[in-house]
């Protein structure tokens, strides 16, 4: 895979700046991340420019998932040495390539910038308005949980997408991350992902569970994006530091994140 390197030449930028989807779930372990590197291969494929930001200012992990070593990231950019635009790492041969995309990625293991400051995470959101004309879609992979960083990153996208399962502790969390954003005003309407699902029919039940709650309590009914099957090949992939589509091209977890892909860019 790819290592960092400078870009040969700036992107071109595009008639319309990119949307930005916040991929959040309010609980760790649901494969947020995986699910994050997994729909950026998936738009790079559909042929649209990606760009994938590591929000987890403290335990960021995506490029240890994606075996790529980057001479810069999210640290250098929070702590003013660097724009955002000089952090950028091609992954998979970068944007234009098959299933090729950009990856800024986090701070890995270290807690140091779990405290940063939200008009540090402000500097960031600005340049991410400066970069969306160069691409067709930007993904914004934040950490578990609902602290302020994390509600101020969700804020700065134009869409919410959230990942959780059928467990109970995962929805709960989820609908607890909805709740606190529309009780800010934020005025969101997510897409929800159902991964490691039985089945398909197993997932849009979880679905319309989490959906009757949202409808209930909050007013409105979110939009289901899609359900993930659970797949052995995934752990697989991730313990190999290989993307699941490349060590494994025929897996159905990945079918079902290009069915997902279909769905968001219908949206």
Known sequence: MSGASPLPEPPIPRARAAPIYAVASGKGGVGKTWL???????????????????????????????????????????????????????????????????????????????????????????GLVKLAPHYDRILLDLAAGIDPTVLRFARAADKLILVTTEEPTALTD?????????????????????????????????????????????GFRPKFAGAIGRDPRVPDSIRAQTPLPIRHPQSQAYEDVVRIVEVLNAG
């Open 36 to 126: 994050s590197t997994m729909l950026s291969i998936a738009f790079g494929r559909a042929g649209q420019r990606t760009l994938l930001v590591d929000c987890d200012l403290g335990l960021a992990n995506v490029d240890v998932q994606l075996g790529v070593r980057p001479t810069a990231d999210v640290h250098s950019v929070v702590r003013g040495f660097l724009e955002l635009d000089s952090a950028v790492t091609p992954v998979l041969g970068g944007p234009g390539r098959n299933g090729g995309f950009d990856l800024i990625a986090g701070h890995s293991g270290s807690g140091a910038l779990g405290s940063v400051k939200l008009e540090e995470v402000g500097r960031i959101a600005t």
């Open 174 to 218: 989820a609908y607890a991350m909805v709740k606190l954003m529309r009780l800010q005003g934020a005025p969101i309407m997510p897409y929800v992902i159902v991964n490691m699902a039985e089945n398909r029919a197993k997932g849009r039940k979880v679905f319309e569970q989490f959906a009757k709650a949202c409808n209930e309590y909050l």
